[in-house]
């Protein structure tokens, strides 16, 4: 089930409307009939390859499903499913492990698409909150004049001038275009699995110290 969610985002993430990343031509084909397309194969069959797995679980599942509890002679009907699951899944592994090492991140088409859909509207709450002292229920309705005053001007928040959110609400001060900096916006989080940068870090260290023992 993860090996799928993870190759489901690395097909949009590698598509044409995303362009997040881009597959190592080891992990990836062209298309039979459009020369211009990059198929991401290896992230599809890995994903199609978890129907297979559920597949030996449901047919495990349902041998058990009716014995009592000691040996019984059907039992030996769960050898092929859990042989082939394992195997399956570590293949899988193995291949996913090398198509993320080859491919590109495209980390600036990353950061532009995150211009888009007004992310730092909750750090403007927030901000009304803390530093003018706006209960949230009123500042959750600057926030949404906010948001409906860039989809006029077709700006997100975190690139809106200054003078727009002033005339929303006087109490808004200059320093508030901080607050709405997408790197500020990410580094905020900084509770446990948080988005801030130096969260982000120690899950890194931790997984490799994990992983090192193994």
């Known amino acids: 089930m993860h090996i799928s969610r993870l190759s489901e985002e690395l097909v949009m993430w590698s598509s044409y409307e995303f362009g997040f990343v881009e597959l190592s031509d080891e992990y990836s084909t062209g298309s039979s009939i459009m020369p211009q397309k990059k198929n991401p194969d290896v992230p599809e069959l890995l ?3 978890t129907g297979r797995v559920y597949g030996s679980l449901m047919g495990l599942l349902t041998v058990m499903k009716g014995l009592p509890l000691a040996y019984n002679k059907d039992t030996q009907e769960d050898k092929e499913g ?4 394992v195997e ?3 293949i899988s592994l193995e291949i996913l492990k090398e198509a993320i090492k080859t491919m590109e991140v495209k980390s600036h088409n990353m950061e532009s698409a995150c ?3 007004h992310l730092s509207a909750t750090d403007l709450a927030d901000y009304l909150v803390e530093k003018c002292n706006i209960p949230f229920r009123e500042a959750h309705f600057i926030t949404g004049r906010a948001v ?3 989809e006029e001007l077709k700006t997100d928040l975190s690139e809106m001038d ?3 959110l002033k005339e929303i609400d006087e109490r808004i001060n200059e320093d508030v275009m901080e607050y709405l900096g997408l790197r500020h916006s990410m580094n905020a989080r ?3 699995g948080g988005t801030a940068s130096e969260r982000t870090k120690e899950q890194l260290e931790y997984f490799k110290k994990y992983l090192g023992k193994k």
């Open 47 to 49: 994903r199609g390859k």
């Open 82 to 85: 859990v042989f082939d699951a």
């Open 88 to 90: 399956t899944a570590t």
């Open 115 to 117: 211009g888009v859909g």
């Open 148 to 150: 409906a005053k860039g």
């Open 162 to 164: 200054f003078k727009y």
């Open 190 to 192: 900084t509770s446990e």
